[in-house]
């Protein structure tokens, strides 16, 4: 999985990086005490299919990362900040951008648009049943990057405790960095985003280390990254914070980030959660029942559920 941060060190640029209920919220699945399983068959692949995200580059995650564990409940469904951007991610076939015969073993590309600036950036993939997802590079405002040798950045079956790792090269001119990525699902429980509540989320604490080299010489110390990615089935990473780079490992609990991405719109859903709304009020006019409640962002569509013949008391 890229991290929007492969080019993060040196004088290179980062890369680019719902019904509603009105009486309780729904959750599917099993309980939320449960252990959640995420197979990478889940993330999306369906050529069409598409999500939006808000995007904050100023966020304190200290509050927001939580401890290790579960079931835990983490809260981002606040409403976007003024400086927020959104992005764009679309499933698009391969020969997308015209860079296929450079990864003739890909099966799809995630295209992420920012909607403000129009950049672009290309990730191409492949889900290899019993494997997992295997990647193979991106193309960005700086270039195409193809992977030696792809990476199998999502196992084909994680859980509570599971840990992985992987190292990509990136070859640029007489530069090359090479990432080494550290992966272990520390947490899960439930999702609070601004498109619903999940449950049986799964959350991968990934610590990536890169290295540069100039002609096969290392070239200065270590930069490193932390993430945390929300996985949540069909949609993906539905969150994902994203450490500032630093010459030591992030904490656990860092303060400052290099990005705050939170899904709010996903055409992958089947069945979109439903959430409550809120201040809900109703009133009896002239043999009608009023209802009202407050507004509601990133709403298209409510459903009103009526129950009748009940017994009236004082």
């Keep these: 999985m890229k991290t929007r941060v492969l080019r993060w060190i040196s004088q ?7 019904c509603l209920g009105l009486c309780s919220a729904v959750f599917c699945g099993p309980a939320a005490d449960a252990q959640p399983i995420f197979s990478a068959s ?54 997308n951008g015209g860079n296929q015969s450079s990864f003739p073993n ?14 672009q950036e290309q990730e191409y993939y492949q889900i290899a049943p019993k494997l997992g997802r295997f990647f193979y590079g991106y ?23 599971s840990n992985w790792s992987y190292a990509v090269t990136q070859n640029v001119g007489y530069l090359s960095f090479v990432d080494t990525v550290s992966a272990q699902v520390d947490a899960y429980g439930t999702l609070v985003l601004p498109m619903g509540t999940f449950t049986n989320v799964l959350r991968v604490n990934q610590l990536t280390s890169q290295q540069e080299f ?24 539905a969150a994902h914070i994203i450490s500032l780079s630093s010459s030591s490992p992030p904490p ?3 303060t400052s980030v290099f990005e705050f991405r939170r899904v709010f719109e996903s055409s992958t859903l089947a069945n979109p959660p439903a959430k409550s709304v809120s201040g809900l009020t109703l009133q009896l006019q002239k043999g009608l029942a009023v209802l009202n409640w407050a507004s509601t962002t990133n709403v298209s569509t409510f459903q009103v559920q009526a129950v009748t013949n009940l017994t009236m008391t004082n």
């Design 106 to 119: 890909a099966s799809f590309c995630e295209l992420y648009t920012d909607e403000v600036a129009g950049t």
């Design 214 to 237: 100039v002609d096969s010489l290392p070239a200065g110390p270590a930069t490193y990254v932390r993430e945390y990615m929300f996985l949540i089935a069909d949609v993906g990473v």
């Design 139 to 161: 193309d960005d405002s700086l270039g195409l990057i193809v992977f030696p040798q792809p990476a199998i950045d999502i196992p084909s079956l994680i859980g509570y405790g």
């Design 12 to 18: 290179l640029s980062p890369a680019l990086a719902a």
């Design 42 to 95: 889940q993330l999306p692949s369906i050529i069409g299919s598409f999500s939006r995200a808000y995007i904050n580059t100023n966020t304190d995650p200290s509050t927001l990362i939580g401890p290790t564990g579960g079931p835990q409940q983490w809260i981002f469904s606040q409403p976007p900040d003024p400086v927020d951007t959104v992005r764009r991610l679309d499933i698009v076939s391969p020969t």
């Design 252 to 254: 656990a609990n860092f």
